[in-house]
C-alpha cells in the first residue's frame, strides 16, 4: 500500500546545487532528501500554514526545517 501525498505539496529540493524536479513527494520520500542534504533524525514531519515542518539534528545541533511550498527548506534554531 503506497503511504499519501504529504499534504499533496509541491516541493523542490536543492541538493549539492541540483534543482529536483517539482513532485509531490511521500513523506518517506521528504526525510531521505533531508537526510541527503545533511540532516539526521528528522522526525515530527507536519503540514502547517507556513509549509511542511520537522525536527532534525545537524552538525549535532537540533534545527527545525520549514519547507516551503517552492522547496527551499529553511533552518530555525
Do not use: C, W
Not at 499534504?7 to 511521500?26: E, K, M, R
Amino acid at each position: 500500500m503506497q503511504k499519501p501525498k504529504l499534504s499533496q505539496l509541491i516541493l523542490a529540493f536543492a541538493i549539492a546545487g541540483t534543482v529536483v524536479p517539482a513532485h509531490a513527494l511521500t513523506q518517506d520520500e521528504l526525510v531521505a532528501k533531508l537526510q541527503a542534504a545533511g540532516y539526521a533524525e528528522v522526525r515530527d514531519v507536519k503540514s502547517t500554514a507556513e509549509g511542511i515542518t520537522a525536527k532534525a539534528m545537524k552538525n549535532g545541533k537540533p534545527v527545525r526545517l520549514v519547507i516551503d511550498s517552492s522547496g527551499q527548506v529553511k533552518e530555525q534554531h
